[in-house]
Each structure stands twice: as C-alpha cells, then as structure tokens.
Antibody
Framework: EVQLLESGGGWVQPGGSLRLSCAAS????????MSWVRQAPGKGLEWVSG????????YYADSVKGRFTISRDNSKNTLYLQMNSPRAEDTAFYYC?????????WGQGALVTVSS | QSALTQPASVSGSPGQSITISCTGT?????????VSWYQQHPGKAPKLMIF???NRPSGVSNRFSGSKSGNTASLTISGLLAEDEADYYC???????????FGTGTKVTVL
C-alpha cells in the first residue's frame, strides 16, 4: 500500500524558512516523479513544484520560483520542500503527491502558517 | 499563472447525470491529452478519478467519465449518488514555465 507521510509543517514568520519532508513507502520511490501541491484554507488546489525520479529535473510554479526548492533523497525514500522567504499567501496545507502530470496518490497534508 | 476555468457549482438530483466543464487554452487542455480529474471531500486529500482525458484508475466507478473537445475538457457523473457530493478539480500539463495547472474547482451538490 502506498503511503506518503508529510512532516515539518507549522508556524513560520514571513522571511523565515521551513523544510517539509515526505516519507514514502509501498512503492519503488526512485521510479516515480513526485510533486508538492498546496491548498489554502477554503481555497482550491495549486501545483507548487515537481521533481523527476532521479532528481535531475525540477519544476516550479511562478509563485514560488526562486524561494522554494524541491529535492529528494532516493536512499531514504524521502521528498523535501525547502521554503525560504515565505509570505502570508504561502499559508496552506501542503500535500506530498506521487506522480507529476498525473497524481495517483496523495499524503494527508501538512499545514504551514506564515504569520508574524 | 492562470488556473483552468470551471463552474463554481453544479447540482443534480439522485440518479441524474451532471457534467462539469474545464476550459483552458491550446497550451494546456487543447494541446495535450494530459487532463486529469480529482474528487475532494471536505477535510480529505484529493482522489484521482480520471487521467489522460478519459481513463479511469482501478477502483473508480464507471459512473465517472471524461472527454475533451478543443480547449474544453468535461467530467460527467451519471446516476448521481449522495456520496458524489464533493469538490471536483481538473488539471492539465501546460507547455510553459508553469508546467502543471489545476482548475478553479467545482462544488457538486446532490439535491
């Protein structure tokens, strides 16, 4: 059974930094592209970033480009999202997702609150 | 980066069929067969219902079907059930720096 478990969410001040992690199990992690998708409270889904299975290809939404960095450690079956200089509008549930163009499995989400 | 356009809400009675539209451009919906649809119940993670325009993952009811014409994709739910009441999002690959985009979301209400 595929499991995606996010951690690292919480409160962060504007301009600070936070790193989300996603521990994956139940599939061969290195064979799959992965993504981060976010959802502000009461709002719609927004794709944030994606990474190829090898980690050699990374992609970002314009709204986070230059501030967020996606990475993965295939030896640890873990996906990361480094959030630098977050803004109030980055407040959202962040979902770890298996796949990129088609998201087959989703984690339960980690809430990130950006506030002073 | 602009989201794909969906109606804010669609409603129907049990047993009826409803259709949700998803309008994009030739750079996304119209240009590629990489349209997916997701169902999201309140407080839950999204669930993949349709991928590559019209394919259903294993375990998804055949009451759900997808199609595309030009720059508009559609999700049809037939034989509407109370459990179908949820938010639905389309998504598509986009040939730009954006790479991937979701729709604005549609709330389906079963009357």
């Amino acid at each position: 059974e595929v499991q995606l478990l996010e951690s690292g969410g919480g409160w962060v001040q504007p301009g600070g930094s936070l790193r989300l992690s996603c521990a994956a199990s139940g599939f061969t992690f290195s064979n799959y592209a992965m993504s981060w998708v976010r959802q502000a409270p009461g709002k719609g889904l927004e794709w944030v970033s994606g990474i190829s299975g090898s980690g050699g290809g990374t992609y970002y939404a314009d709204s986070v480009k230059g501030r967020f960095t996606i990475s993965r450690d295939n030896s640890k079956n873990t996906l990361y999202l480094q959030m630098n200089s977050p803004r109030a509008e980055d407040t959202a549930f962040y979902y770890c997702a298996k796949g990129q163009v088609v998201v087959v499995n989703w984690g339960q989400g980690a809430l990130v609150t950006v506030s002073s | 980066q602009s989201a794909l356009t969906q109606p804010a809400s669609v409603s129907g009675s049990p047993g009826q069929s409803i259709t949700i539209s998803c309008t994009g451009t030739s750079s996304d919906v119209g240009g590629y067969n990489y349209v997916s649809w997701y169902q999201q119940h309140p407080g839950k993670a999204p669930k993949l219902m349709i991928f590559d325009v019209s394919n259903r993952p294993s375990g998804v009811s055949n009451r759900f079907s997808g199609s595309k014409s030009g720059n508009t994709a559609s999700l049809t739910i037939s034989g509407l059930l109370a459990e179908d009441e949820a938010d639905y999002y389309c998504s598509s690959y986009r040939n730009s720096s954006t790479f991937y985009v979701f729709g604005t979301g549609t709330k389906v209400t079963v009357l």
